[in-house]
């Protein structure tokens, strides 16, 4: 693999208390709209508050805030995102290089291969996906721009991972919650980080099963014209359809193909 992702693809450091352009308030706000998600599509104050990291009155400011601007909808009891929760997503989507130039290439790349497509960037312990496509007669799990996977057992999240130093890739897998998603989930510290290893040294990574029983998963990484990381880019496929080592031999040349291709079009991401 290439040289280590850039610091814009770590998670960064809480700004200090003493920081007085801090301002905690947007924080909070911000941690209140993003915590929905498909398993918690409406929720509660309290609910909100414990998904949110923050006390009740502080979620209830949040709540109210964000409601009054129109960025959630509620029925008095539970909360939801409104249609103008899509304008935060949006500015990045089209105001950055990476997404805009992978969406086009995930296409073509799923409608030869009729497999599903993805490209994805380290957030925090996930890997966030920023572009996907799903071709006819491919696999659909649900997975979406701005859906997380888990660091740990997703051919997404180990490649990525991957693209730090070995010294902070140990430090993130001891301290990240890890937990068997499947019988065939890979998740016990020295197993998780042996893999990643791996991937740093021979340039891809697979996930049979981990996530999901029945799907196999296959990444590599992506850089931008000066060998920096910016990301990983994987396919994924119903196990019936072929065995593991058959959907490495056909898809992870059109992995590299894609990968390169996507290096010759990036700029630098600042």
């Known amino acids: 693999m290439r040289k280590n992702a850039s610091a814009a693809a770590r998670p960064r450091a809480a700004a200090a208390p003493e920081d007085k352009s801090f ?20 929720l509660t ?19 109210h805030t964000l409601h009054a601007l129109g960025y959630l909808d509620s029925d008095g009891k539970r ?10 997503g949006h500015s990045y989507l ?31 312990d996930d890997a966030l996906i920023i572009a996907r496509s799903t071709a006819r007669r491919s696999l659909s799990t649900g997975l979406a721009i701005g859906s997380r996977l888990p660091g740990y057992c997703s ?3 180990r490649t990525l991972l991957a693209s730090l130093p070995p010294d902070e890739v140990r430090r993130r897998i001891e301290l990240m919650p890890r937990k068997p998603l499947t019988e065939r989930t890979v998740w016990r510290t020295r197993e998780v980080i042996a893999l990643v290893d791996r991937c740093r040294e021979e340039g891809w990574t697979g996930s049979d099963g981990e996530l999901e029983l029945g799907v196999r998963s296959l990444a590599v990484p992506a850089f931008d014209r000066e060998g920096r990381a910016v990301g990983a880019i994987s396919m994924a496929v119903r196990a019936e359809r072929m065995t593991m080592a058959e959907f490495r031999e056909a898809m992870l040349p059109v992995l590299q193909k894609a990968r390169d291709s996507l290096a010759q079009r990036l700029p630098r991401e600042g």
Request: proline share 7%; with cysteine.
């Open 155 to 157: 051919a997404l999240g």
């Open 94 to 124: 089209v105001s950055r290089p990476l997404p805009q130039l992978a969406q086009p290439l995930l296409d073509a790349l799923a409608e030869r291969t009729r497999q599903s497509a993805t490209f994805g960037t380290l957030l925090g």
């Open 79 to 88: 909360f939801w995102p409104a249609p103008r929760a899509l304008l935060v």
């Open 23 to 42: 301002v905690t308030a947007l924080q909070k706000g911000l941690d209140v709209l993003t915590c929905f998600n498909r398993e918690a599509a409406r």
């Open 45 to 63: 104050l309290s609910e909100v508050a414990r998904l949110a990291g923050s006390t009740p009155a502080s979620a209830r400011r949040s709540l």
